[in-house]
C-alpha cells in the first residue's frame, strides 16, 4: 500500500483558489493508487483569532488549551 502525506499550512487554504488546489493535489494523489494523509492548518490569521478570543476569557488561558 502506498501512503502520500501532504502538509498544507495556513496560507495554503486562504482562499477558494488556493483551497481548489489543494483539492486538486489531494485527488492526483488518490488517481495514482495512493492513500492520503492530508494535514491541514488553520486557515491564514484564524489562530490568531482564537488565542485572542481564549485572552478575553482569561488573563493567562492555559497554553496547552
Known amino acids: 500500500m502506498k501512503i ?3 502538509k498544507y499550512g495556513g496560507t495554503s487554504v ?3 483558489e488556493r483551497m ?3 483539492l486538486s493535489r489531494v485527488r492526483k494523489g488518490l488517481e495514482e493508487g ?3 494523509v492530508v494535514v491541514l492548518s488553520a486557515m491564514s490569521g ?3 483569532k482564537l488565542i485572542a478570543l481564549a ?3 482569561s ?7
Open 4 to 6: 502520500m502525506v501532504q
Open 14 to 16: 486562504a482562499g477558494l
Open 20 to 22: 481548489k488546489k489543494v
Open 34 to 36: 495512493y492513500k492520503m
Open 46 to 48: 484564524e489562530t490568531n
Open 55 to 57: 485572552n478575553e476569557f
Open 59 to 65: 488573563a493567562c488561558p492555559d497554553a496547552e488549551e
